[in-house]
């Protein structure tokens, strides 16, 4: 069993920065694959970011590429998210994510433990 819990989320003005964090505790010592998601109310959740425990390669949507920066930190088993230049349509529930395989993958079926979830808004 793998448990996560995201902080960071909040209120901020588009422009804005917000930094969301994952501590990642439990079996994770087998997997590669850290990513975050997100999901905005009636639509279907989308993929972020990821990055790779062993190496750090990061993959980002092309929505947030030059804007989010996702790094880790292995001794804390913990998986950052640097959201820079927020605008409206970043508002969402932020989730972290488990990758089931040892590459990152864009779609949510590749991640089978999720953690409760982050609110940001972002007001225009």
């Known amino acids: 069993q793998v448990q996560l819990v995201e902080l960071g989320g909040g209120l901020v003005q588009a422009g804005g920065s917000l930094r969301l964090s994952c501590a990642a505790s439990?079996?994770?010592?087998?997997?590669?694959?850290m990513g975050w998601f997100r999901q905005a109310p009636g639509k279907e959740r989308e993929f972020v970011a990821a990055i790779t425990w062993i190496g750090g390669s990061t993959y980002y949507a092309d929505s947030v590429k030059g804007r989010f920066t996702i790094s880790r930190d292995n001794a804390k088993n913990t998986v950052y998210l640097q959201m820079n230049s927020l605008k409206p349509e970043d508002t969402a529930v932020y989730y972290c994510?488990?990758?089931?395989?040892?590459?990152?993958?864009?779609?949510?079926?590749?991640?089978?433990?999720w953690g409760q979830g982050t609110q940001v808004t972002v007001s225009s």
């Open positions: 439990g079996n994770i010592f087998s997997r590669n694959v």
């Open positions: 994510a488990v990758g089931a395989g040892g590459r990152p993958v864009a779609v949510a079926l590749g991640y089978n433990y």
